[in-house]
């Protein structure tokens, strides 16, 4: 699944949806992105209401050797791990634990 790129007030970013969260980045520094899941509507998460959840990965703008992209591509989908599992865990009543389990 390749992320639908945008450009929106003059920032480029990609997003994938996945019922109430989206995997979203922000550009910082040094031309890398920071990616997060942003959840609509807001979610708890340590008994506070959060609507974005920093993952700790960060993807290079412009990639620009081989393994660069290769490098890319795979940070992509641990992102769209932690999507996924995020979306299996919102989609399941409270109180019941979801049997699957998604492995890295």
Partial sequence: MQPALYCQFGVW???LTAMGVELRSTGISKGLFSLFLD???PVM???KRKRKEYLGI???NKPRTSAEREE????YKMAGLKLAERKIELSTPRGIKPKVSIRR
Wanted: cysteine-free; overall charge positive; aromatic content about 18%.
């Fill in 13 to 15: 970013g990609f997003s």
């Fill in 39 to 41: 959840h609509w509507p």
């Fill in 45 to 47: 998460i340590n008994g």
């Fill in 58 to 60: 960060y993807v290079r």
């Fill in 72 to 75: 890319n591509a795979l940070l």
